[in-house]
């Protein structure tokens, strides 16, 4: 019998910040089996399923919170990076690091 928590979240509700924070936890055999058919059946991670649980037991961000912070992206006058912008700082960066870390060891 599966318990069911909430509805699968909105693939964008994790995807407006990176996820960096690792947790782990000790589960039973059966707590196991549980959260892993239960996320076989949403299509979604077992770790999706227990950010979803966390959310609905501790609160999560209401939607008007959401817009709110939306809202003030669209309000800010700032120049907006491309990807592919942004991936090409992101490379040169690393270059540069690398770069400085084969200075070292040649020295």
């Known amino acids: 019998m599966t318990i069911p928590l909430l509805k699968a979240p ?3 509700v994790y995807g407006l910040h990176m996820l ?23 299509g979604v991670s077992v770790g999706s399923l227990v950010r979803e649980a966390i959310d609905a037991r501790f609160g999560g961000y209401s939607v008007e919170e959401r817009l709110e912070v939306l809202e003030r992206f669209r309000r800010m006058r ?18 540069k690091d690398a770069d400085a870390m084969l200075r070292q060891v040649r020295r």
Do not use: G, W
């Open 78 to 95: 700032a120049k907006y990076l491309s990807i592919e912008e942004m991936d090409r700082i992101v490379e040169e960066e690393r270059n």
């Open 10 to 12: 909105p693939s964008h």
């Open 20 to 42: 960096n924070e690792r947790l782990q936890i000790l589960v039973t055999p059966l707590q196991r089996q549980r959260l892993e058919r239960e996320a076989r059946e949403r």
